[in-house]
């Protein structure tokens, strides 16, 4: 198991999440990620652009970044396929998160 930590961060705050979560696999944590996302976007009234998860494992590295108010994912790009489109986004996060 690894330890999974959950921020939320906006263009001028990051609330840290100082406990972390123990997942079996990054996966894991994008599903937990997923489901909060949904969460806040439909319980938050006003403009959640620019509002993110940033998952970061134990020793800070950012794991993945996702969007409140975008149904994109980020990768960071040591994750990335070889790609020089975007095509990327929609399998990538199959591809490298099991």
Same mark, same amino acid.
């Given at each position: 198991m690894t330890v999974y930590f959950f921020h939320l961060r906006n263009e001028d705050t990051l609330l840290e999440d100082g406990e972390g979560t123990d997942l079996p696999s990054l996966?894991?944590? @994008? *599903? $937990?990620?997923? $489901?909060?996302? /949904?969460? @806040? &976007?439909?319980?938050?009234?006003?403009?959640?652009?620019? *509002? &993110?998860?940033?998952?970061?494992?134990? /020793?800070?590295? #950012? #794991? #993945?970044?996702?969007?409140?108010?975008?149904?994109?994912?980020y990768l960071p790009s040591a994750l990335q396929p070889h790609c020089k489109t975007d095509a990327w986004r929609s399998t990538a996060v199959a591809g490298h998160l099991h």
């Open positions: 996966h894991a944590a @994008l *599903l $937990q990620v997923l $489901q909060a996302r /949904s969460e @806040l &976007a439909a319980d938050t009234e006003g403009d959640v652009d620019g *509002l &993110a998860f940033e998952v970061t494992d134990s /020793s800070g590295r #950012l #794991l #993945l970044k996702v969007p409140v108010g975008k149904g994109r994912h």
